[in-house]
Protein backbone atom coordinates (compact mmCIF):
# COMPACT_ATOMS: atom_id res chain seq x y z
CA UNK A 1 0.00 0.00 0.00
CA UNK A 2 1.01 3.62 -1.17
CA UNK A 3 -0.13 6.41 0.69
CA UNK A 4 0.83 10.25 -0.53
CA UNK A 5 -0.43 13.21 1.57
CA UNK A 6 0.09 16.60 0.47
CA UNK A 7 -0.33 19.62 2.65
CA UNK A 8 1.12 23.60 2.85
CA UNK A 9 -1.62 25.23 -0.28
CA UNK A 10 -3.38 28.20 0.78
CA UNK A 11 -3.82 31.52 -0.79
CA UNK A 12 -0.61 33.81 -1.17
CA UNK A 13 -0.15 37.43 -2.76
CA UNK A 14 1.96 37.32 -6.56
CA UNK A 15 5.48 37.05 -5.95
CA UNK A 16 4.99 35.44 -2.21
CA UNK A 17 6.11 32.19 -1.53
CA UNK A 18 4.75 28.59 -0.64
CA UNK A 19 6.08 25.31 0.49
CA UNK A 20 4.19 22.34 0.05
CA UNK A 21 5.04 18.82 1.84
CA UNK A 22 4.03 15.65 0.82
CA UNK A 23 4.53 12.91 3.32
CA UNK A 24 4.61 9.15 1.59
CA UNK A 25 4.01 5.83 3.42
CA UNK A 26 4.05 2.08 2.71
CA UNK A 27 6.97 2.19 -0.02
CA UNK A 28 10.78 2.61 -0.01
CA UNK A 29 10.82 6.16 -0.02
CA UNK A 30 14.44 6.23 -0.98
CA UNK A 31 14.16 4.80 -4.06
CA UNK A 32 11.48 6.36 -5.86
CA UNK A 33 11.43 8.69 -7.48
CA UNK A 34 9.05 11.51 -6.51
CA UNK A 35 7.45 14.37 -8.64
CA UNK A 36 5.14 17.35 -8.19
CA UNK A 37 2.25 17.94 -10.75
CA UNK A 38 -0.21 20.43 -10.77
CA UNK A 39 -3.24 21.10 -12.47
CA UNK A 40 -4.72 24.47 -13.35
CA UNK A 41 -8.56 25.18 -13.84
CA UNK A 42 -9.14 24.64 -17.00
CA UNK A 43 -6.16 22.65 -17.96
CA UNK A 44 -4.64 18.76 -18.37
CA UNK A 45 -2.82 18.00 -15.53
CA UNK A 46 0.87 18.97 -15.72
CA UNK A 47 4.18 17.47 -14.46
CA UNK A 48 6.21 20.94 -12.77
CA UNK A 49 9.08 18.92 -10.81
CA UNK A 50 10.67 15.34 -10.31
CA UNK A 51 13.38 14.33 -8.26
CA UNK A 52 15.13 11.18 -8.52
CA UNK A 53 16.37 8.96 -6.29
CA UNK A 54 19.61 10.28 -6.22
CA UNK A 55 18.54 13.71 -5.98
CA UNK A 56 18.61 15.09 -8.99
CA UNK A 57 16.05 17.10 -10.02
CA UNK A 58 14.49 18.63 -13.58
CA UNK A 59 11.78 21.54 -13.56
CA UNK A 60 8.74 22.51 -16.52
CA UNK A 61 10.74 26.14 -18.24
CA UNK A 62 6.97 27.71 -16.49
CA UNK A 63 8.79 27.11 -13.13
CA UNK A 64 12.63 26.85 -13.21
CA UNK A 65 14.70 28.64 -11.33
CA UNK A 66 11.16 29.85 -9.19
CA UNK A 67 10.59 26.31 -7.90
CA UNK A 68 12.84 23.65 -5.70
CA UNK A 69 11.87 20.30 -5.25
CA UNK A 70 13.67 18.71 -2.73
CA UNK A 71 13.16 15.49 -0.64
CA UNK A 72 14.20 14.35 3.27
CA UNK A 73 14.65 10.42 3.10
CA UNK A 74 14.58 10.66 6.80
CA UNK A 75 11.01 12.13 6.90
CA UNK A 76 9.67 10.29 4.29
CA UNK A 77 8.91 13.30 2.87
CA UNK A 78 9.09 15.81 -0.48
CA UNK A 79 8.82 19.19 -0.62
CA UNK A 80 8.02 22.05 -3.40
CA UNK A 81 9.34 25.30 -2.18
CA UNK A 82 7.59 27.66 -4.52
CA UNK A 83 8.76 31.13 -4.91
CA UNK A 84 7.78 34.59 -6.63
CA UNK A 85 4.31 32.97 -7.22
CA UNK A 86 2.28 34.01 -10.19
CA UNK A 87 -1.47 33.98 -10.70
CA UNK A 88 -1.40 31.37 -12.99
CA UNK A 89 0.96 28.79 -10.94
CA UNK A 90 -2.78 28.39 -9.33
CA UNK A 91 -3.57 24.93 -9.09
CA UNK A 92 -3.96 22.00 -7.58
CA UNK A 93 -0.89 20.54 -6.81
CA UNK A 94 -0.01 16.73 -6.92
CA UNK A 95 2.59 14.63 -5.16
CA UNK A 96 3.01 11.42 -7.46
CA UNK A 97 5.44 8.73 -8.07
CA UNK A 98 5.67 5.49 -10.25
CA UNK A 99 5.40 1.76 -10.20
CA UNK A 100 6.12 -0.65 -12.61
CA UNK A 101 3.39 -3.32 -13.09
CA UNK A 102 2.78 -5.42 -15.99
CA UNK A 103 -1.50 -4.83 -15.92
CA UNK A 104 -1.15 -1.63 -17.87
CA UNK A 105 -0.56 -0.86 -21.13
CA UNK A 106 2.06 1.71 -20.47
CA UNK A 107 3.66 -0.65 -18.11
CA UNK A 108 3.60 1.50 -14.80
CA UNK A 109 1.13 3.14 -12.48
CA UNK A 110 0.84 6.06 -10.99
CA UNK A 111 -0.02 7.63 -7.10
CA UNK A 112 -1.28 10.14 -6.37
CA UNK A 113 -2.21 12.09 -3.38
CA UNK A 114 -5.18 13.67 -2.60
CA UNK A 115 -4.07 17.63 -3.97
CA UNK A 116 -4.18 20.66 -2.01
CA UNK A 117 -4.91 23.76 -3.72
CA UNK A 118 -2.40 26.42 -3.96
CA UNK A 119 -3.98 30.36 -5.34
CA UNK A 120 -2.09 33.26 -6.40
CA UNK A 121 -4.26 36.24 -6.03
CA UNK A 122 -4.49 39.56 -4.53
Known amino acids: QLKLVESGGGLVQPGGSLRLSCAAS????????MAWYRQRPGNQRELVAVISSAGTTTYTDAVQGRFTISRDNSKNTVYLQMTGLKPEDTAVYYCNTKDPTPFTPTGVRDFWGQGTQVTVSS
Open 26 to 33: GREFSRQA
